[in-house]
């Protein structure tokens, strides 16, 4: 089994920034990938950024590309999520997950590929 568990999130205005951390613990060697969701209130859980642990390739959703970084340590089996100029419309409950082998770079956006989940960490950006 792994553990993951978030920390990071937290109050910022709008055009601010926060850095988010995903600390893996437990199987951490069946992990190939990690990445981040955010769910706000009423709407459905929508993928932000996925990282390979082993060739670090990235992957992003367009809204966020060029002001959010995902980046790794593997040394601590922790994925940092560098969020910049945020926007009121990117509050949000942000979980930290990861996915077995087997994927590929097949079907990152897809939730339903990830194997765990961490218990989310509220980002909160104020107009």
């Known amino acids: 089994q792994v553990q993951l568990v978030e920390s990071g999130g937290g109050l910022v205005q709008a055009g601010g920034s926060l850095r988010l951390s995903c600390a893996a613990s437990?199987?951490?060697?069946?992990?190939?990938?990690m990445g981040w969701f955010r769910q706000a209130p009423g709407k459905e859980r929508e993928f932000v950024a996925t990282?390979?642990?082993?060739?670090?390739?990235?992957y992003y959703v367009d809204s966020v590309k060029g002001r959010f970084t995902i980046a790794r340590d593997n040394a601590k089996n922790t994925v940092y999520l560098q969020m910049n100029s945020l926007k009121p419309e990117e509050t949000a409950v942000y979980y930290c997950?990861?996915?077995?082998?087997?994927?590929?770079?097949?079907?990152?956006?897809?939730?339903?590929?990830?194997?765990?989940w961490g218990q989310g960490t509220q980002v909160t950006v104020s107009s």
């Open positions: 437990g199987s951490t060697f069946n992990i190939a990938a």
């Open positions: 997950a990861a996915r077995r082998p087997g994927y590929g770079g097949r079907y990152i956006y897809q939730p339903n590929t990830y194997d765990y």
């Open positions: 990282i390979t642990l082993s060739g670090g390739s990235t």
